[in-house]
């Protein structure tokens, strides 16, 4: 959530959601050449829009966990499956797995000079615990409504004591980046704190300046434990207009940027980009407001599915399939318990005017709001207002920037659109969708409420039986499938594009939403 959040390799019009947890790995198309690193230099990466927070507890969107990356170090971070320690050197469960040691690693300090310590990752976690700081991050600490106990034994060492055991709480864990005690201890409200306005962070950059609108620009932290990075800085320069932005990587203005499916062949013919391209790990989806009295009815939402052609539609946003795949479940691919064989919709519209007269909705109206910084939702919501008028519905068609955009899908009581394209890359725990789904979900943006279906969600957080716990999480799919309050349209890819002269990619790591893995890798031929 995150989710974030527009579209293809850009997902998300709403707000995407992502996970650390979130795998994935790609090679550049074309070698990136044998001119020796040195130190120094600036990247300068695009960005659609304004971060939303500097704060990784709130961190949603693409913008905000992009420059989060470098800004602030996880405690771990988990890629294709494997661990590997960042601020934690060890995470230890018990015999019975109802409890969890973790051990930072000694001298850790944050770009202050303060020290880093268990006192500040108790903290955090607390915080997100706190219901009055609404995290979202916090449905994933409460078990059957009891929460996750955090305990300081030392100042190197913190023990997790779960209600109950469950399979989820690594692939949870992996979501906390603390923050700093001595900053924001006694703040009432962390979210709207103005000492995020110069966030105090643990990662390889440190935080210098920021002009909205215009850029964000962190510098490298020479107390780095992991060793210095290898560029001086990297400026964060918001780039609404992706032709324009296009150009200026061309003119060597802007040196990496997530690209369009659109501008795929454009980049790559010029030579002067290394492509990468890589599963985005993520979901596109089309989201219904059931806040909407209309789009509460299941057969009004799937009469307006059975009026779409999926592979049209993908293609239409996304150049060719070549870019994406049809998605059949609300998970991605990478997901445990991701399941192919799930009630579909074909393109029939026939049975979508049967169903829309069963409903009283013939002569439906809509209104769809899009991000209208990205070619694919643009495309995508010209094609899906043209193709339901063969079914009677009028498409109404409201383009938005990402803030106007995400506050209002963040808004328990939006009514002032009927549907949205929307977003996210949550990793490979399902735990971790929970907040995009159960009633009470702070990204819940279909404002959908079942209580069959979140008692499933809290049932399968706790379930340590993996055969079990995968009937639940395909009662789960099954249920979004045929109540298609979300649906899923597309597994696509991620496209990176990144100036010839940079190079160190590989070892950066390609990863879902964030671009890289570890920025402090990438280096200056």
Same mark, same amino acid.
């Given at each position: 959530?995150?989710?974030?959040?527009?579209?293809?390799?850009?997902?998300?019009?709403?707000?995407?959601?992502?996970?650390?947890?979130?795998? @994935?790995?790609?090679?550049?198309?074309?070698?990136?050449?044998?001119?020796?690193?040195?130190?120094?230099?600036?990247?300068?990466?695009?960005?659609?829009?304004?971060?939303?927070?500097?704060?990784?507890?709130?961190?949603?969107?693409?913008?905000?966990?992009?420059?989060?990356?470098?800004?602030?170090?996880?405690?771990?971070?988990?890629?294709?499956?494997?661990?590997?320690?960042?601020?934690?050197?060890?995470?230890?469960?018990?015999?019975?797995?109802?409890?969890?040691?973790?051990?930072?690693?000694?001298?850790?300090?944050?770009?202050?000079?303060?020290?880093?310590?268990?006192?500040?990752?108790?903290?955090?976690?607390?915080?997100?615990?706190?219901?009055?700081?609404?995290?979202?991050?916090?449905?994933?600490?409460?078990?059957?409504?009891?929460?996750?106990?955090?305990?300081?034994?030392?100042?190197?060492?913190?023990?997790?004591?779960?209600?109950?055991?469950?399979?989820?709480?690594?692939?949870?864990?992996?979501?906390?980046?603390?923050?700093?005690?001595?900053?924001?201890?006694?703040?009432?409200?962390?979210?709207?704190?103005?000492?995020?306005?110069?966030?105090?962070?643990?990662?390889?950059?440190?935080?210098?300046?920021?002009?909205?609108?215009?850029?964000?620009?962190?510098?490298?932290?020479?107390?780095?434990?992991?060793?210095?990075?290898?560029?001086?800085?990297?400026?964060?320069?918001?780039?609404?207009?992706?032709?324009?932005?296009?150009?200026?990587?061309?003119?060597?203005?802007?040196?990496?940027?997530?690209?369009?499916?659109?501008?795929?062949?454009?980049?790559?013919?010029?030579?002067?980009?290394?492509?990468?391209?890589?599963?985005?790990?993520?979901?596109?989806?089309?989201?219904?407001?059931?806040?909407?009295?209309?789009?509460?009815?299941?057969?009004?939402?799937?009469?307006?599915?059975?009026?779409?052609?999926?592979?049209?539609?993908?293609?239409? @946003?996304?150049?060719?399939?070549?870019?994406?795949?049809?998605?059949?479940?609300?998970?991605?691919?990478?997901?445990?318990?991701?399941?192919?064989?799930?009630? @579909?919709?074909?393109?029939?519209?026939?049975?979508?005017?049967?169903?829309?007269?069963?409903?009283?909705?013939?002569?439906?109206?809509?209104?769809?709001?899009?991000?209208?910084?990205?070619?694919?939702?643009?495309?995508?919501?010209?094609?899906?207002?043209?193709?339901?008028?063969?079914?009677?519905?009028?498409?109404?068609?409201?383009?938005?920037?990402?803030?106007?955009?995400?506050?209002?899908?963040?808004?328990?009581?939006?009514?002032?659109?009927?549907?949205?394209?929307?977003?996210?890359?949550? @990793?490979?725990?399902?735990?971790?969708?929970?907040?995009?789904?159960?009633?009470?979900?702070?990204?819940?943006?279909?404002?959908?409420?079942?209580?069959?279906?979140?008692?499933?969600?809290?049932?399968?957080?706790?379930?340590?039986?993996?055969?079990?716990?995968?009937?639940?999480?395909?009662?789960?799919?099954?249920?979004?499938?045929?109540?298609?309050?979300?649906?899923?349209?597309?597994?696509?890819?991620?496209?990176?594009?990144?100036?010839?002269?940079?190079?160190?990619?590989?070892?950066?790591?390609?990863?879902?939403?964030?671009?890289?893995?570890?920025?402090?890798?990438?280096?200056?031929?």
């Amino acid at each position: 959530m995150k989710w974030s959040k527009s579209l293809a390799a850009i997902l998300m019009s709403v707000i995407v959601l992502s996970a650390s947890a979130c795998s @994935g790995t790609g090679s550049p198309e074309g070698a990136e050449g044998s001119s020796a690193p040195k130190t120094g230099g600036s990247l300068i990466v695009a960005i659609k829009d304004d971060p939303k927070t500097f704060n990784p507890l709130y961190a949603g969107d693409r913008m905000s966990l992009t420059i989060g990356k470098s800004l602030f170090a996880p405690l771990f971070s988990i890629n294709d499956g494997k661990k590997t320690f960042v601020l934690a050197e060890s995470l230890t469960p018990s015999a019975d797995l109802k409890s969890y040691v973790l051990k930072l690693r000694d001298g850790l300090t944050w770009h202050d000079g303060q020290k880093l310590t268990a006192d500040d990752v108790v903290f955090s976690f607390e915080q997100v615990l706190d219901e009055k700081q609404h995290s979202y991050f916090r449905s994933l600490f409460v078990l059957d409504g009891k929460p996750i106990q955090a305990k300081k034994l030392d100042d190197l060492t913190v023990e997790f004591t779960l209600p109950q055991t469950t399979a989820a709480f690594e692939g949870a864990l992996v979501q906390l980046i603390p923050v700093p005690k001595h900053i924001f201890a006694g703040e009432s409200d962390l979210e709207k704190s103005s000492k995020n306005n110069r966030p105090i962070g643990s990662g390889p950059f440190k935080f210098k300046e920021y002009r909205p609108g215009e850029y964000v620009t962190l510098e490298r932290s020479d107390s780095y434990f992991a060793g210095k990075a290898k560029l001086d800085s990297i400026t964060y320069r918001v780039a609404k207009d992706s032709s324009a932005a296009v150009l200026a990587l061309q003119n060597g203005e802007i040196n990496m940027m997530l690209i369009e499916p659109q501008d795929y062949n454009k980049v790559k013919g010029t030579g002067q980009a290394n492509v990468i391209t890589f599963p985005s790990g993520g979901v596109t989806t089309m989201v219904f407001n059931t806040n909407i009295e209309m789009m509460n009815k299941k057969e009004v939402r799937q009469a307006i599915v059975h009026g779409l052609d999926k592979k049209e539609l993908i293609t239409t @946003g996304f150049s060719s399939q070549e870019f994406a795949e049809p998605a059949s479940s609300i998970f991605s691919p990478d997901t445990l318990y991701q399941q192919k064989d799930l009630k @579909g919709y074909d393109y029939n519209p026939e049975k979508a005017k049967e169903l829309l007269k069963a409903a009283g909705a013939e002569g439906l109206k809509i209104r769809f709001a899009y991000f209208n910084g990205s070619k694919a939702e643009e495309n995508m919501s010209l094609y899906l207002q043209q193709k339901l008028k063969a079914i009677g519905v009028t498409v109404e068609l409201i383009p938005l920037d990402g803030a106007a955009l995400g506050k209002k899908a963040l808004n328990k009581d939006n009514k002032e659109y009927d549907m949205s394209f929307g977003g996210y890359s949550m @990793g490979f725990e399902p735990d971790a969708y929970k907040p995009l789904y159960l009633s009470s979900g702070s990204y819940n943006y279909s404002h959908y409420k079942n209580s069959e279906f979140d008692a499933l969600w809290t049932k399968a957080a706790v379930e340590t039986d993996s055969a079990k716990r995968a009937k639940l999480y395909q009662s789960i799919q099954e249920i979004s499938a045929e109540e298609v309050t979300t649906y899923p349209i597309a597994y696509g890819k991620s496209i990176v594009a990144v100036d010839a002269r940079f190079g160190g990619l590989e070892e950066a790591v390609p990863k879902q939403v964030v671009l890289f893995d570890d920025y402090s890798k990438i280096y200056m031929k």
